[in-house]
């Protein structure tokens, strides 16, 4: 308790000095609103709109927790690959960093025409901005392995795949863990553009949209109140994914001892 | 092209291995390094190591040792020469153990990787804990334990692999010199009661003359052998004995550093 005490003080203590800096300076300033909401209205914004808040972040939260389910799949299904084959990394690499150019939009008409208006063509665009740094990660830890520790195995007659399951993998697990909190903190961008580059046929269409619409229509207080659910979200989100990693790599979190 | 190579069929890991022997002909050797220069790191090595014996064999740093072993252990094949070797295990100097196992299931990695179950693997490896003085300890991580015991666990390892054949490359290279004396009294130990053919690999001509049964003392690159020494001296040894100290100057002088002390 103590100890999650003294890591939440500092966050929140500078979190209260930004936000009394936001209102002051929109308060005395004199600041119209349709174009900085103090704090105070943002609350309130959020407070009245709270069932539509909590319905579009139900929708972009599923988008969040899926698309990076099938990005770390993914992910890691290709650094595997191509770590074993390393012809296929030579054949693969160049397209996967070109992927990361792609600007969605262009391509947000064809999978929509693919894969209709449901989650999936929206799941198919985190996973695609989402992936890259998981696989990234994966194939350096994969590659990282002690170069003697195969010899060893060897000559304890370890087949190809043993040494891929006692040392290669668990050696990179933190790597790839690592990977997987990166592509969280662009996970929720990337269920905004998700939702803004693909249509949709839901009754709620995530909070990516409410956002744009509400920012055209000078409803910028509630575009705010959206926007603080989606930091709270990642921030939410990769503290979970911290606490994960201690459970399933313990031993990597030893020599630093400053994981959140 | 060598005629016979080391046959390396793969035992069940029986937990105390048939001890055998090893016969090196005219054993040639060389590698290329990354920047492309070819290095000769063994010439003409003949060797006979004895079923159960301790060979020690020390040289100078780069004389070829290692590749001596990794050719012992099958992990490379001569250029020139002929090796018989039954199958045989590698310790390096470094330990290796895996930080993410337990002591226990780092000593049971070797018989989990021969096909035995996780519980029987442990079960075999925990036989052992209390004999090698690592009772205790079984469920440490290797970040947990002190350099010796890193080194206990990594032979245990070894010795669970089964096979007749243990070769030791520095095994207590990394060690300070106090904890290195502990090591070299445990090995003596350890040895007298899980007999192998042992071939260790050192350039420390006082650890050799300690714990061998022969020494064969290797030229700078390419190795060659420069003299083979008994070391008929009764167990256990101690290093301030005469007779170790008037081997060590033999060792030393075929080594040409007897004028350097």
Redesign the interface.
């Known amino acids: 308790m103590r100890r999650a005490r003294g890591h939440v003080l500092p966050a929140a203590l500078l979190a209260g000095v930004l936000l009394g800096a936001w209102e002051a300076y929109v308060d005395l300033a004199g600041v119209q609103e349709e174009l900085l909401p103090a704090p105070h209205a943002v609350a309130a914004a959020l407070w009245a709109n709270d069932s539509l808040v909590l319905h579009n972040f139900a929708v972009t939260a599923e988008e969040v927790v899926l698309g990076l389910a099938l990005a770390l799949a993914a992910g890691l299904a290709l650094a595997v690959a191509i770590h074993l084959l390393p012809l296929l990394r030579r054949a693969v690499y160049p397209l996967a960093v070109g992927s990361q150019a792609v600007p969605i939009p262009v391509i947000g008409v064809l999978l929509v025409f693919w894969w209709g208006f449901g989650i999936f063509p929206k799941l198919v665009v985190i996973a695609l901005i989402c992936f890259f740094p998981v696989l990234v990660t994966t194939v350096d830890g994969l590659a990282a392995v002690?170069p003697?520790?195969p010899?060893?195995?060897?000559?304890?007659?370890?087949s190809r795949w043993?040494a891929f399951r006692?040392?290669e993998l668990?050696a990179a697990?933190p790597a790839a863990l690592s990977g997987a909190r990166i592509a969280l903190a662009v996970g929720v961008i990337g269920a905004f553009i998700a939702e803004t580059s693909t249509p949709t046929s839901q009754p709620y269409a995530g909070l990516g949209r409410e956002i744009i619409t509400d920012a055209g229509g000078f409803q910028t207080a509630r575009a705010y109140a959206a926007t603080m659910v989606l930091f709270a979200f990642a921030v939410a989100c990769f503290y979970a994914l911290a606490l994960a990693e201690r459970r399933l790599?313990p031993?990597a979190a030893?020599?630093r001892g400053d994981t959140p | 092209m060598p005629a016979e190579l080391q046959s390396r069929a793969r035992p069940s890991a029986p937990p105390r291995a048939p001890v055998a022997e090893i016969v090196l002909e005219r054993v040639g050797h060389g590698y290329r390094r990354r920047n492309g220069a070819d290095v000769q790191a063994l010439a003409g090595v003949s060797l006979r190591v004895a079923a159960g014996e301790l060979l020690a064999v020390v040289g100078p740093s780069g004389c070829g040792k290692s590749t001596l072993l990794e050719l012992l252990c099958g992990l490379q094949r001569p250029d020139e020469g002929s090796i018989v070797c039954p199958p045989a295990v590698l310790m390096p100097q470094r330990d290796l153990l895996l930080p993410w196992l337990s002591a226990l299931d780092n000593a049971a990695l070797a018989p989990r990787i021969a096909g035995d179950s996780r519980a029987l693997a442990r079960r075999r490896a925990a036989a052992l804990f209390a004999e090698l003085g690592l009772a205790g300890f079984e469920g440490a991580r290797p970040h947990e334990l002190s350099g010796g015991m890193r080194q206990r666990v990594a032979f245990l390892r070894t010795l669970l692999s089964g096979k007749p054949v243990v070769c030791l490359d520095e095994p207590f290279g990394a060690l300070d010199a106090l904890t290195r004396a502990e090591m070299q009294q445990w090995l003596a130990r350890t040895l007298a009661h899980e007999r192998r053919t042992v071939v260790l690999v050192t350039h420390d001509v006082e650890e050799a003359v300690l714990l061998a049964d022969r020494l064969v003392v290797l030229s700078p690159r390419p190795g060659r052998v420069l003299a083979e020494l008994d070391v008929d001296i009764e167990r256990p040894r101690s290093r301030t004995d005469p007779a170790a100290i008037a081997l060590r100057e033999r060792a030393l002088s075929a080594l040409g550093m007897d004028g350097c002390g």
């Open positions: 002690d003697e520790q010899k060893l195995l060897r000559t304890l007659d370890a043993q006692f040392a668990p697990l790599a031993w030893q020599p």
